[in-house]
């Protein structure tokens, strides 16, 4: 429980308080209570007593934001980027590895208990290497021409940018490219200015898209043509609310899946971890086995589509709007098998759909383990029974869980 200050017990936004993380909740903050109300404290494990200024109302509680560390809980370690506890890229590196773990498989458990599903169900968490082929990155200017501009990730529910010079969970190529944007900024921004940038590592070399408020001038296409030339990138596109301009391509931008190399339009989704796609595929392949045609709904670029074609017909759906207008059941109809990879919200009404059809094999992937079990529970009121959920760990150090799930009838 929550001790008072020396100063009796203070109200309202920005009171410091002495608090106790009791446990952790869903996005991997400490849990404290304070005046009868949940206390979210980002980077605190169960067992850690702070002090703690009391910030914003957030999910019928409050954030807290730590001024000291009064006394260290179990499972604490020491995180490996040096940048952890300001930027927002990481959440979990403080934790030990039974404890990082542990919460990861609870927070899938407690999304499937939920809804009657098994947990006994769920298959040893499967690691892979920590390096993200993609980043969604800030690109800021100051107003002082003195100041450096700034690279990198936001910090944890706020605007500031975290000037990013090392990060462990992006692979180096895309790291030194960040590096090295920062160097150009002053040609690429106004003064006081941000931009977005995603990078991607493609089988054809770095891919940049920058988001700006208006066209660019001659200066900043010049300077951005020279840079994708000191830094070897594949291609740069500038997208701005009204169009996307090619600014320069160096060589047809292509992943490579299954065998298949595939046009990469800029921006394009892309599984973070090729190591994590890797396992994904190999759970779509066994489960569906040669159940055949198979339907590929939310395909993208083809990852599963590629790889299942190889043993027969496959009909890939990309490009439909699945929430509106889902497949229907007699659509349905003609197929063996399906696998769906939908966005974060879910599939809840092709989930409904695929319920009411006679397809008898279905495997779920999610990258969101509430909306999953909320699917999950749509598909089992249709009559398929779960067979096996496959925890697969490419988000590291975040609460992010993706999963491969099959189910049968």
Not at 33 to 52: H, K, Q, S
Request: glycine residues 10%; neutral net charge; contains cysteine.
């Amino acid at each position: 429980m929550m001790t008072r200050s020396r100063c009796g017990k203070p109200r309202g936004a920005e009171a410091v308080v002495e608090l106790a993380a009791e446990r952790l909740g869903a996005r991997g903050e400490g849990i404290a209570e304070y005046d009868g109300a949940p206390v979210f404290l980002p980077f605190t494990v169960p067992g850690d007593r702070v002090r703690a200024r009391i910030g914003a109302v957030r999910g019928g509680g409050r954030e807290g934001r730590v001024v000291e560390l009064l006394d260290s809980g179990n499972g604490r370690a020491a995180p490996p980027c040096s940048h952890f506890g300001h930027c927002g890229g990481c959440a979990l590196q403080h934790l030990d590895p039974a404890s990082y773990r542990a919460f990861k498989l609870g927070v899938l458990r407690t999304a499937l208990e939920r809804v009657g599903i098994d947990p006994g169900l769920v298959q040893p968490l499967r690691i892979v290497p920590a390096m993200r082929r993609r980043a969604q990155l800030g690109l800021m200017r100051p107003r002082d021409p003195l100041l450096p501009a700034r690279v990198g990730f936001r910090e944890r529910f706020r605007h500031e940018l975290v000037d990013l010079r090392e990060c462990s969970v992006l692979e180096p190529r895309l790291l030194s490219v960040a590096c090295e944007l920062r160097l150009v900024a002053s040609d690429l921004v106004p003064p006081g200015g941000t931009t977005e940038v995603i990078l991607t590592r493609t089988d054809s070399g770095v891919d940049m898209l920058l988001d700006g408020e208006e066209r660019p001038g001659l200066g900043p296409l010049q300077a951005l043509a020279e840079f994708a030339e000191k830094c070897d990138l594949a291609r740069i596109v500038w997208r701005s609310p009204s169009e996307e301009i090619p600014v320069v391509e160096r060589r047809p931008v292509r992943v490579v899946l299954s065998g298949v190399a595939v046009p990469f339009p800029p921006g394009a989704f892309l599984q973070p971890s090729e190591g994590a796609e890797a396992v994904l595929v190999d759970e779509v392949l066994g489960s569906i086995g040669p159940h055949r045609p198979a339907l590929d709904l939310y395909a993208g670029l083809g990852a599963f589509a590629f790889a299942l074609a190889a043993g027969g017909a496959v009909h890939a759906v990309e490009g439909r709007d699945l929430a509106r207008n889902p497949l229907p059941p007699e659509k349905l109809a003609a197929y063996a098998a399906a696998v769906f990879d939908p966005p974060r919200a879910g599939a809840l009404r092709q989930a409904a759909m695929l319920a009411s059809s006679t397809i008898a094999t279905v495997v779920a992937i999610s990258c969101n383990p509430a909306t999953f079990a909320r699917d999950a529970a749509r598909l089992m009121a249709g009559g398929f029974v779960p067979e096996r959920i496959v925890p697969v760990d490419q988000f590291m150090w975040t609460p992010h869980l993706e999963l491969a799930a099959v189910f049968r009838r």
